[in-house]
């Protein structure tokens, strides 16, 4: 089954990108997955799906971004009609060991990658009337002691999504955000090495300054229980392909106990997060 119309993904070469990929191609659309590194590309024209074309695609390279809008825009069989942002990374801790760079690295990634793709083939989705979909988090609404960094930039991703849809609706163009919780994909291994760096590089003082949250988050880790990340593919497909498709997906039971905890007033969150936070770090 063919349906005539492409999708860009970012981000494409694992997790949720690549299952994104995988099950829109599935279903008709012809997907240039997007990768940074010249392996992942093999790697997918190795797997032989014929409507998978793997083009390398650093966000934030923007020589790479231009060329991967030149090859869209020179596609006529198949003319672009979704983006999917997706492309990512998920390192964070305290704000008072969180290096400046590494902060300015992320952001460069999460957001203004995000936003180096999205300008670039806008002119392709105006024309086309076509879909934006932008990966946020749990952490695009619930903000967590230790993953500033990051929460500030799906904070980002979600303001900029609102602000873009309202931009593109007259165009006919609709955007949506999915904030998925918990998802298996290599993101956790990264940040597990993250983190444990960030330790190696930290003063005991400064660990035991924090030690209660050090090992509240070591202990919410492992009880974290990941979700198959086709739950998002999917939502991916109802965003792309609905008459009326969502604002927001919020994916899984932690990602929508999130959501809900943070319509609670600040004062009240802060409270019970300190008090769950507390309580957890004293548990053998």
Known sequence: MKNQKSILITGASTGIGKSCAVHLAGIGFKIFAGVRKEQDAKDWQKKGYENIQPVILDVTDIKQVEATSEILTN??????YGLINNAGIGISGVVEVTPADDFLNLLKVNVLGMHAVTKSVLPLLRKSQGRIINIGSTASFFAGPGSSA????????RGYTDCLRVEVTSFGMHVSLIAPGAIETEIWNKSAEYKKSLRKNTSAEIQEAYRMFISASDKMIKKIKPIPAIHVAKAAEHALTAKKPKYTYIIGPDAKKAYNFTKLPKRIVTKLLLKHIEKSSIKS
Not at 150 to 157: G, N
């Open 150 to 157: 990051y929460t500030a930039s799906k904070f980002a991703v």
């Open 75 to 80: 596609e006529k069989e198949y003319p672009l």
